[in-house]
Structures are given as C-alpha cells and as structure tokens.
T-cell receptor, first 114, second 117 residues
C-alpha cells in the first residue's frame, strides 16, 4: 500500500507570496490533517478534513486555508507569506478520524520564506 | 483543556541500556485516546501505539513497552536494550472524543533520544 505523499518536498518563497501544498492520503483513508512543525513551537495542528469538509481547525490566522477533494486528496494554501511561516508542513491521513485512529504521516514539505 | 507534557527534552543513553520516556497528560474528558509517534532523523513521523482511556492494560511489543496509569495521568514508554536505530524524537499525543464532536490531536513537545554506540 502506498504511503502518504506530499508535494513539493521543498519550497522557497519570498514574503508576500502565496503557496499551495498538496497531500495524497493512503488509499481508503478519508481523514487528512495538516500540521506545522517548527523548532520553537513543535507540532501544531492546522486543520483536519473529512469528506471534503473541514472538521477541526487549529489556532492559525485566516491566511492558512485548506480543502479536500472527493478523492480525499487535500491541499493547503498559505497566502501573504511571512518569515515566521518557514516550517516543515506535515500531512497525515487516518481511516476516518484522527481523534480515534492512528495517523500516517507524509514526509513533509519544507517551506522556507525569505 | 487538553495538554501533553513531556518533561524530558533530551535523553542520551548508551546502547543496550533501558530508557523510559515520560508522558503526562491533562484532560477533562472520560473518553480519550493516547498515542506515541517516533520521528527519526529522516523526518517522517511513525505511529507506534494507540490506547483508549478504557484500556489500562500495559502493552509490550518487542523491545517496546507502554505503561498507562490513569491515576497519575501518565502514559510512559520504555525501550529495553536500546539500539542506535532508536535514536529519534518521540512524541506523545492526546485526543479527546465526545459523542457529538471530534477534537484535534494535541502533541507533546517531544523527547529527543540519542543512543550512543
């Protein structure tokens, strides 16, 4: 079974730009969650999607948004990038809910904002 | 509110030593789930174990064992006879579940384990 894939793996953007990250979950998994990982803040929950609906949202500004498609693939968008958005963005999939089931993580997208 | 504490920021052990990683959690729910994940230097988090709040049985999987104690709100992880491949950051995580809502998973700050050959 193929694992969670994320594209791109690395990205360099400048302040003010926007970026879209993509995540393909494990086949059959319907829940996709996104996390931001930084040395200072650790792993912080961004949002979770299930059946194309946002189920939960973390404490991030509105510049961070996401969506999920009918095939469970998900995208995350960050608009008006700031230096502090530099981080590893991790996507995770689980069977139906990250609350009840273990999550399988992708390799992450390393975003650098200059 | 949910909270997960991993008081040990970094631990170094010599190969073949046993090591215990501590995890203390806070929750007001009676139904919740606890998880451990491993993040090796390659960066990809790997699921290790899931435990629900109604199952206090300890679990052993090879060299790994977990001790769940609701009385002290702890879910500790022990690696027996550690190996260099165990070097990684280990995260404890908590999610609360009610009948009508789902809640997000909260991760602890992680414990960085270095196993020295």
């Amino acid at each position: 079974k193929a694992g969670v894939t994320q594209t791109p793996r690395y990205l360099i953007k400048t302040r003010g730009q926007q970026v879209t990250l993509s995540c393909s979950p494990i086949s059959g998994h319907r829940s996709v969650s996104w996390y931001q990982q930084t040395p200072g803040q650790g792993l912080q929950f961004l949002f979770e999607y299930f059946s194309e609906t946002q189920r939960n949202k973390g404490n991030f500004p509105g510049r961070f948004s996401g969506r999920q498609f009918s095939n469970s693939r998900s995208e995350m968008n960050v608009s008006t990038l700031e230096l502090g958005d530099s981080a590893l963005y991790l996507c995770a999939s689980s069977l139906t809910s990250s609350t009840f089931y273990e999550q399988y993580f992708g390799p992450g997208t390393r975003l650098t904002v200059t | 509110a949910q909270k997960v504490t991993q008081a040990q920021t970094e631990i170094s052990v010599v190969e073949k030593e046993d090591v215990t990683l501590d995890c203390v959690y806070e929750t007001r729910d009676t139904t919740y789930y606890l998880f451990w994940y491993k993040q090796p230097p390659s960066g990809e988090l790997v699921f290790l174990i899931r435990r629900n709040s109604f199952d206090e049985q300890n679990e052993i999987s090879g060299r790994y064992s977990w001790n769940f104690q609701k009385s002290t709100s702890s879910f500790n992880f022990t690696i027996t006879a550690s190996q260099v491949v165990d070097s990684a950051v280990y995260f404890c995580a908590l999610s609360e579940a009610t009948k009508t809502s789902y809640d997000k998973v909260i991760f602890g700050p992680g414990t960085s384990l270095s196993v020295i050959p």
